[in-house]
């Protein structure tokens, strides 16, 4: 197995994990299309925005190139969970 695959197996088994863990939701109320999908879409922009401007302008983050990287790829995730939702949410 690669280091890929192993990291996917991992993520989805603590996927499934915290799903039965949240019990007995709805999951069709989130959706996409739904105002549960876009509370996400929001969240994942408020989260966006708070990397960026606590994060990414941060002294000690600017002061050392790999702190800077760190959030530079969490910053990186975050835009790319919040188009990944965006087209599905918004999809006609």
Known sequence: MTDNTTADT???QQRLADLAEIGDVDLSQFAPGT???????HT???MLDMTD???LQH???LADPEFYRLASNVHEALF?????IG????AD
């Open 10 to 12: 991992d993520n989805e």
């Open 35 to 41: 105002f549960g999908c876009h509370e996400a879409m």
């Open 44 to 46: 994942a922009s408020l």
């Open 53 to 55: 401007d606590h994060l």
């Open 59 to 61: 002294p000690a983050i």
């Open 80 to 84: 790319a969970l919040y188009q990944a």
């Open 87 to 90: 087209e599905k949410h918004l």
